[in-house]
């Protein structure tokens, strides 16, 4: 529920009052004293951006990623084209822009990284930040596999004879236990068979670079070793721009945000000269309205912008921790989400500008043209297949492409890395940060190996599954829960006012209070509701019940270090009356801004704001319609 407009007698667990416009007016003088007295509060003594661009800057290389360029251009195709962008504006609109912003406050106001900030709000609550932990630290320690493909692409980039565009004669075993044909991804021929065709691309892909086994009911096998130096590469580059924490990767945030836009705008430009571009551009946005309609588009468009801005893992928290207490976050949520669709709308413009090439030149229509799908379907598979077909410099496209992804994929993991590395240090402050970053980088590339082996795609598809999309779920819905309704609307918007010196919108307010909330658990019920056994393999196979078991106890972790600290909270206030037991344990009296001395303004402010609000004895609706409409 959101908070009650009534006095708590006891202190500020909870309170729910408001200033009005005319509370936030300051003279100059008042102004600066206020930011002295932040720079001589001697609690604050936390590690900052150089300056309010390197935060904006790595929010931009976080968010700014790979599901950006190989997963929304088809999911946009395949839900309805231009159509699936109300649905995903909407989304953003109502889900996406106010969750990242409501993430940033909190990590900014707090100064904490997410698990400390949750157990700061209210200490069993630190289970939602150990539960965005194991999710954020699953993706990374695949997101690091990926960037090892994309580096062996780009190694083999440096030549006109790409190793993917000819077919190999030690596939042909393969080939005829499967009834396939291979075709040269060079091969333009519109004389072809409709069926039994698979490209050079494909199985390169496939074949020689994942050495990818049909069946893993015998295991998964062993890393592939040229696969594992890459991962060690890989990782090695990250804990470089790491190894300081904000102070290295701040510095590296400006080449990881704006060199990506560089080669994306050399492409399009590119793209836009080629035969048959045009085409697969107006494929790209074919409208189909009547996809409108359909469950299941809305729900690609809240998982697309979810996990694309990067929220509910974490590091948005993370990162505004290092802010300074008046960084103009509204300024910079509005920034990166549009910056973040803008980017997948150039994107997919100039991916499939250059698959209508390749539909072009192959005479085929640009659907046929998609092998594999997106993601890594589209990295590895579909677009080398296209630029083995180019005439001119097919290689500077083939390094510019996988160059980028690299880059991005970078600007991606280091923010998912020291999303764990804050939590440690927040724990261990006296650890050096190189320390930590070094453990973390070895311990996740340890895990990674198994991302190298012949069985590793699968493995990946299964963490996605439980650590990446159905953990990271969960611990939203838990996040906006304890935001909006224990601690509550009211209470939030007023440390946010107190922060940025500015009334909160009625906007902010309803997405935050009503629109989010509701949302995303009818999200979650229609995904529990959908939910199929995984699969894997061009056979359909089911997993194995003992590598099965492995998604199910990263998801079990989560659940069960939530319950442990239930119980443990519970069993510490035992001594207390039932309804007592949970107003301790779910108490927010622990909560407030880093530092004594700025604690202390905050109080003070919150307690006149509070003397001035009258009394209000409407009945409860009207008293939340109001908090609502920010009229308290």
């Keep these: 529920m959101l908070d009650s407009p009534t006095i708590n007698k006891n202190g500020l667990d909870n309170p729910a009052f408001e200033s009005g416009p005319n509370d936030l007016e300051k003279g100059s003088a008042e102004l600066q004293a206020e930011k002295k007295g932040e720079e001589e509060d001697d609690e604050n003594d936390r590690a900052t951006w150089g300056n309010s661009i390197e935060f904006l800057m790595s929010c931009i290389a976080m968010s700014v990623g790979l599901g950006n360029i190989w997963r929304f251009p088809f999911i946009a195709n395949r839900n309805g084209g231009g159509a699936f962008l109300i649905p995903y504006i909407i989304v953003l609109t109502v889900i996406g822009r106010p969750m990242y912003y409501m993430e940033m406050a909190l990590g900014q106001f707090s100064s904490r990284g997410n698990v400390k900030m949750y157990e700061k709000l209210s200490p069993v609550l630190k289970a939602i930040g150990y539960g965005q ?368 010196k500015k009334k909160v919108g009625i906007y902010w307010r309803v997405c935050w209070g009503v629109l989010m909330p509701i949302l995303l658990v009818v999200i979650f019920i229609y995904f529990v509701a959908t939910l199929e056994p995984l699969q894997y393999g061009i056979d359909n196979l089911y997993y194995p019940d003992g590598i099965i078991a492995i998604g199910w106890c990263i998801l079990g972790a989560g659940v069960l270090q939530l319950c442990y600290w239930l119980i443990y909270y519970f069993w510490k206030y035992r001594s207390y009356f039932p309804k007592e037991i949970f107003c301790k344990m779910f108490s927010t009296e622990t909560w407030g801004p880093q530092g004594q001395k700025r604690t202390e303004q905050w109080r003070k402010w919150k307690e006149d704001v509070f003397s001035r609000r009258p009394n209000d004895n409407t009945n409860i609706f009207k008293q939340k319609g109001k908090i609502l409409i920010g009229k308290y």
Aim: charged share 10%.
């Design 133 to 500: 932990l194991i999710g954020s630290t699953s993706v990374a320690t695949y997101y690091c596999c990926l960037m090892a493909i994309t580096l062996f692409y780009f190694i083999n980039s440096f030549t006109n004879d790409f190793p993917w565009a000819t077919c190999q004669d030690t596939w042909d075993d393969y080939l005829k236990s499967r009834g396939l044909q291979c075709i040269d991804a060079t091969n333009t021929s519109k004389d072809r068979p409709d069926s039994g065709l698979i490209s050079s691309s494909e199985m390169y892909f496939k074949r020689e670079v994942l050495k990818e086994i049909d069946d893993i009911s015998d295991g998964i096998g062993l890393p592939e070793w040229r696969l594992t130096c890459l991962l060690l590469l890989s990782w090695f580059i990250t804990f470089l721009v790491s190894i300081r924490g904000v102070k290295s990767s701040g510095k590296a945030s400006y080449f990881l945000a704006l060199f990506p836009y560089v080669i994306m705008i050399t492409l399009l430009i590119r793209a836009s000269t080629l035969p048959g571009a045009g085409q697969g551009m107006y494929y790209f946005i074919e409208t189909d309205w009547s996809r409108l309609l359909q469950a299941d588009v809305w729900y690609a468009a809240v998982t697309q912008c979810f996990f694309s801005l990067n929220v509910g893992f974490g590091s948005i928290i993370m990162y505004s921790s290092y802010n300074s207490f008046t960084q103009n976050i509204n300024r910079d949520a509005l920034v990166v989400t549009t910056l973040d669709t803008f980017t997948s709308l150039l994107s997919g413009v100039t991916i499939f500008g250059i698959l209508g090439n390749l539909a072009y030149e192959m005479g085929v229509d640009p659907s046929e043209v998609l092998a594999g799908g997106g993601g890594t379907g589209l990295a590895f598979i579909s677009y080398p297949d296209a630029i083995s077909k180019f005439n001119n410099v097919p290689w500077l496209f083939a390094i510019l492409f996988f160059f980028m992804l690299f880059v991005l994929g970078v600007g991606s993991l280091v923010a998912l890395q020291c999303t764990l590395n804050t939590a440690i240090s927040d724990a261990f402050p006296n650890v050096k940060t190189w320390i930590i970053s070094a453990f973390t980088a070895i311990a996740m590339f340890l895990v990674g190996l198994m991302y190298m082996t012949p069985g590793g795609q699968y493995m990946l598809d299964l963490v996605d599954h439980f650590g990446g999309t159905f953990i990271i779920f969960v611990f939203a819905i838990l996040e906006v829960t304890a935001v909006t309704w224990l601690y509550g609307i009211d209470n939030f918007c007023l440390d946010l006012e107190f922060m940025t």
